[in-house]
């Protein structure tokens, strides 16, 4: 009996591909440990903008006070303070972007750890 061309070339393919597509342990393997890596950075960056966030709202709460006292004081020492918290303000700002910065750097290298796959 001969078996039809058309039938056995479409299952010589189909096996083909199922064998070929199928990924090997090592394989899979490599995968989880980048995507288990790529979840830690993620996780990392997400703790940083946490830390910078809660380092610049102490700043600023820090201005604020500055603020507060400076209202019972002489005008010199008002100009002082406001000056003070000024500064304090700018560097909330700076922990702020810093925070930002390395917590995207983190979350880019995540990416290109899944990208490696």
Same mark, same amino acid.
Not at 17 to 20: D, E, L, R
Not at 111 to 115: F, G, I, K, L, V
């Given at each position: 009996m001969k078996m039809p061309i058309i039938?056995?070339?479409l299952?010589?393919?189909t096996y083909a591909?199922?064998?070929?597509a199928c990924d090997s342990r090592q394989e899979e393997v490599r995968e989880d440990s980048l995507e288990?890596? *790529? $979840?830690?950075?993620?996780e990392k960056a997400d703790q940083v903008?946490?830390?910078?966030?809660?380092?610049a709202d102490a700043t600023e709460d820090s201005a604020d006070r500055l603020r507060d006292q400076a209202k019972e004081t002489t005008e010199a020492e008002k100009d002082t303070a406001k000056a003070r918290a000024d500064a304090a303000e700018d560097? *909330? $700002?700076?922990?702020?972007k810093a925070a930002e910065q390395k917590a995207d750097a983190l979350e880019e290298e995540a990416?290109?750890?899944?990208?490696a796959k």
């Open positions: 039938p056995t070339m299952a010589a393919a591909f199922a064998f070929t288990h890596k *790529a $979840d830690s950075l993620e903008r946490k830390e910078g966030e809660s380092a560097n *909330a $700002d700076a922990i702020r990416d290109q750890n899944r990208e």
